[in-house]
Structure formats: structure tokens, C-alpha cells
DNA sequence: GTATGCTTTCGGC
DNA sequence: TTACGGCCGAAAGCATAC
């Protein structure tokens, strides 16, 4: 059975928290915006999380040092805030649910982000889709004073690539008969499921752009990539994507992380953080009524390379101490493993089961 | 050989 | 001069199952 044809849009809120920012102090505009999340341990410890666009033409941007960032804006009137994430929720709250108006259905895709199918409110045309894109702008910038650009497509896959070409406030429309034309001269790795082992591998086979793929064999690439990755790949070089806009489930895992006071080996002093973040988790899953049968754990050294460890239980819990308990054995095991001090540490949890389901798994039990 | 599940690392936001 | 977050899901790399 062929797919209905649909046209699905992606709204991307233009360079988020920093904007959020500028809305609520209008004084900031003209200066370079700088929001990050400080640590705590000195005064300039931390990343930045987003800047504004004047910020990035001083090359700052998501993930370097704050400190960094600081050189980079010496003499400049630039503005550092600390990340308000309360407040960015409650905005991106209030945008989705104006978003949904226009939509027959939405799908989040992080706080500043959600794929819209607009199919039959666009009437399947992308003309009246441009001019509901056009009303959605409007509306969010009156209602709410926030900005955003748009990929306009038949699918999630060109909607999110066509999304990037024009920033910020931009609007991109690939129709259809524009696919083939779009994606054959992008590189590989536009493609979600392409990553650096892939790129090379692909590279091997003379493949380096989306229409050099779309072209290769179909049987070659179920042979190097197997069957399920083979097919997608061919399907998405060929700008085919079924993947409905549906609301998200659940997390598939909740976690904290954060950075200690001081480098440590001290299992106790890893623990007493540990505990903080568990308390944390525990309200989260908790209120959502879910059982985990994951824990896991990460840590950072201090020279800032990364581990995570995990555990699969035998069964389900949902208590606190299990998590502690589970996340103690796996961090002594690892301080065995390694001689590093320990920077920052992590816990989670994960492959849940809902409340219900566990519920039906014992009523079925005590049927047999 | 292909699928599936588990664990760790990678990378985007 | 030294410096550096906190999430999450996807990808990758195995081991085991079919």
C-alpha cells in the first residue's frame, strides 16, 4: 500500500535561550549574548549552552568553555546569564501549544524544536502550507515575541534538512519534484543513522554524496550494511521517509549529572552526590508511575575523558536504595578498574516498564 | 548469516 | 596561565540467539 502523500514542516526556535533572554531584558539587543551553565567550582567554570548570533560571529557557541568564551568577547559589551531552564519550558510550553493549533498532529523534538504534519490543514498543498507557516510566525512573534525558522517537506527527513538552510527567522519549502535536486549534492552524513563509521565506510564504496548513494546498488548496500540499515539508507538517499509525526512516549531513560566540588577517588564522596541526584530521579520517575530495570552510571576524569558503566537488574524495582545500592557496586568496580580522579558523575536510570503493564504481567501470572 | 539484546561511546542540542 | 555542562537518543561494538 503507497503512503498517503503529506506535507510536514519542522519549526526550529532560533538560537532559543539566548532570544528567550533578549525577550525578557529588551536592553541586551545589539550585544553579544552568551548563556551558559557554570559548574560552580570557580567563577568561569562551566559551557556555554547557546548564544546569540552576534556572540557566534566572535566564534562562540554551544559547548566551549565559558572562559573561553570570555577571551573571545574582551572589549565587547557581551552579556553572560546563567541558564534559566524553568523559564525556557514555560515559553516552549506556551509556543508548542500554539504550534498545535495548526498542526493535525505534533511531535517534540527537544525544547526548541517539533515536527508538524500540516497535510490536511494545508489542504495538500504547499502554497496554503507557506501561508500557515506565515500565520504560525505571526501569531508566535505577537503572542509570544519569539522568532523561528522552517523546513517545509513531503517528510521529517527533508523538513529537518531544509530547516538549516535559512537562519534565523527563515522559511525553506522542498516540494516533492524538488527532492532529487536538494539532497544529491549533500554529503552522506545529512542523514540521520550516517555517522563518522559509516562516512568512511561509504567513502570505501566511492559513495560521498546523497545522490551517489541514492544510485548505489540496493543488494550491495543490504550486503555491507545488512538488511534493515541497507534499506533505510537507500529509501533516505531517495528522500523516502515514512516515519509518522507522532507524539513522543516516554523518556526511555531519566539522568543526572553534575560536577564535584573537587576531584576525588573517595567512594563516600561519590556516593553523597550520587544520592543528591538520585532523589532527583526518583521524583521524576516516580510521579510518572514507571519501574526501571537499567541503572547506570557515568563519570568524567579529569582530564575530562568520559565512562559510563550500566547494570541490567534481574527484575524490576522502583525504589530508591536499589538504585544506590546498584550504582555504589558499579562505581567500586570501576575505581578498581581506573586510577584517575574522578571530575564530575552521573547516575540513571532506564528501560522502564509502565505500572499497568506490570500489573497485567501478575494477573496473567495468577491466571496460570 | 541475520536478528536481537546488552553495553559503552558518540554527538546534537 | 589554566581553562570545560548536562542532558538525551543514536551509533557502534560485541555476544548470543535463531
Known amino acids: 500500500m503507497p503512503t498517503q502523500a503529506r506535507i510536514v514542516i519542522l519549526v526550529d526556535l532560533d538560537y532559543f535561550f539566548a532570544q528567550l533572554e533578549e525577550l525578557r531584558n529588551p536592553s541586551l539587543e545589539g550585544k553579544p549574548v552568551v548563556v551558559g551553565m557554570y559548574s560552580g567550582r570557580t ?23 565559558l572562559f573561553l568564551a570570555q577571551k573571545r568577547l574582551e572589549g565587547t559589551d557581551a552579556v553572560f546569564l546563567p541558564v534559566d531552564y524553568d523559564y525556557y ?7 508548542m501549544s500554539i504550534l498545535r493549533k495548526y498542526s493535525d498532529n505534533l511531535e517534540q523534538a527537544g525544547i ?29 512573534k505577537r503572542e509570544v515575541g519569539v522568532t523561528f525558522s522552517v523546513g517545509i517537506g513531503p517528510n521529517k527527513l527533508i523538513a529537518k534538512i531544509a530547516s538549516d538552510i535559512h537562519k534565523p527567522d527563515g522559511v525553506t519549502v522542498v516540494g ?33 554524496t546523497v545522490g551517489d548513494l541514492a544510485k548505489y546498488d540496493v543488494q550491495r548496500l543490504v550486503e555491507v550494511f545488512g538488511k534493515v540499515l541497507g534499506v533505510y539508507f537507500h529509501n533516505a538517499a531517495n528522500g523516502v521517509d515514512n516515519e509518522p509525526v507522532e507524539e513522543a512516549g516516554e523518556a526511555e531513560s531519566i539522568g543526572r549529572m553534575g560536577t564535584l566540588k573537587e576531584n576525588t577517588r573517595d567512594l563516600a564522596v561519590i556516593m553523597e552526590k550520587i544520592d543528591q541526584q538520585i532523589e532527583e530521579i526518583y521524583k521524576e520517575y516516580s510521579t510518572k508511575n514507571l519501574s526501571y530495570r537499567l541503572v547506570g552510571i557515568s563519570a568524567v576524569m579529569t582530564n575530562l ?41 552521573g547516575v540513571r536510570v532506564g528501560s522502564f516498564i509502565k505500572e499497568e503493564r506490570q500489573q497485567q504481567q501478575l494477573i496473567k501470572f495468577f491466571k496460570t
Open 89 to 95: 519550558q514555560q515559553v516552549s510550553d506556551n509556543i
Open 112 to 140: 526548541d524544536e517539533a515536527y508538524l504534519d500540516v497535510t490536511k490543514k494545508a489542504c495538500n498543498n504547499y502554497k496554503d502550507a507557506e501561508a500557515l507557516v506565515q500565520e504560525m510566525k505571526a501569531t508566535v
Open 176 to 208: 516533492p519534484e524538488q527532492v532529487e535536486g536538494f539532497l544529491s549534492p549533500m554529503s552522506v552524513d545529512v542523514l540521520l543513522g550516517v555517522g563518522k563509521k559509516t562516512v568512511a565506510k561509504m567513502s570505501e564504496l566511492g559513495i560521498k
Open 305 to 345: 575523558s568520559g565512562k559510563s558503566r550500566s547494570k541490567t537488574l534481574e527484575k524490576p524495582a522502583k525504589d530508591k536504595e536499589t538504585i544506590h545500592k546498584a550504582a555504589q557496586e558499579l562505581f567500586e568496580k570501576y575505581l578498581g578498574e581506573s586510577d584517575l580522579e574522578i571530575r564530575r558523575v
Open 43 to 65: 567563577e568561569t567554570s562551566g559551557a556555554v549552552s547557546t548564544s546569540n548570533y552576534l556572540a557566534r560571529k566572535y566564534n562562540v557557541k554551544s559547548g566551549i568553555p
